[in-house]
């Protein structure tokens, strides 16, 4: 698939994403991505975050707009965390966590405070992203139809059953979402050298693509070639934004085939 394409696949997800949340009704209960490997958070302006993979378990309700404040429940998230003296600690992760979206309901930042990584003793953290994690939206004052105690049980129950099923099923999808979530995570903020570019293959995918389907791989270094030949046409303006559009197409195939198989009840 062409960036221009992905463009076009990506362009209902964006306008959704841009939209305004509705004070009428909660947005969607979303679920969360695994990891396979602990994301490590990266320090920036008193908070230490991450960018995650989400996808929506709930069709009929509002996508969530930007900056939607979320909490999460079911499922293993779990801090690692390693001390001055090279000590390496797991702690379950939700009590201490700050997430939010980024793009509608294929991308989350979580961020620790750095408050609490001074609290829990430490110099560096990664978060892992266990099976079956589902995120609730924060209740806000004004909303008419916030989700119920039904519709969270349902979520964490057989719709979240049912999604990481299809994300299991459909391995090379999800993996090659995976490689280029580690890509996204090794960029920095606006636009990058040429050096950062081109190095970002081998210093983010190559250490961790033997965990990963063959097709995973190849899905991940297409969008990776592609971005990396299109920025340098100047076609895009930076990295990230181009593999943000690979990444999030990934994820809207998944939840397609999601919805496709019909939630369980």
């Known amino acids: ?34 990891t396979g490997e602990p994301a490590p958070l990266t320090c920036v302006d008193d908070v230490c975050s991450a960018e995650f993979s989400g996808f929506c378990l709930q069709k009929e309700r509002p996508d969530p707009a930007h900056g939607t404040r979320y909490r999460a429940e079911g499922g293993d998230l779990t801090l690692v965390v390693t001390d001055a003296a090279g000590t390496v600690r797991r702690l ?29 003793g430490a110099v560096s953290v990664a978060l892992e992203v266990g099976e079956r994690v589902a995120l609730i939206p924060v209740e806000i004052d004004g909303d008419r139809d916030p989700q119920t105690e039904a519709d969270i049980a349902l979520a964490l129950g057989p719709q979240r059953a049912l999604g990481e099923r299809i994300t299991q099923q459909a391995i090379a999808e999800s993996g090659a979402v995976a490689l280029t979530g580690k890509m996204l995570n090794a960029l920095p903020q606006g636009r990058t050298d040429d050096d950062t570019r081109s190095g970002l293959w081998d210093r983010a995918v190559a250490p961790f693509k033997s965990s990963y389907p063959p097709e995973s791989v190849s899905r991940a270094q297409s969008i990776y070639q592609r971005c990396l030949a299109k920025v340098e046409a100047g076609s895009f303006f930076n990295m990230r934004d181009c593999l943000e559009i690979g990444h999030d197409a990934l994820m809207l195939d998944l939840n397609v085939k999601y919805w496709e198989a019909g939630p369980e009840s």
């Open 1 to 34: 698939m062409t960036i221009r394409l992905l463009s076009v696949a990506m362009s209902g997800l964006l306008i959704a994403a841009m939209a305004p949340a509705s004070a009428e009704a909660a947005p969607q209960i979303l679920a969360l991505l695994e």
């Open 92 to 120: 379950p992760a939700a009590d201490y966590l700050e997430i939010s979206t980024l793009r509608s309901y294929t991308a989350v930042r979580i961020g620790l405070p750095e408050s609490a990584m001074r609290k829990l």
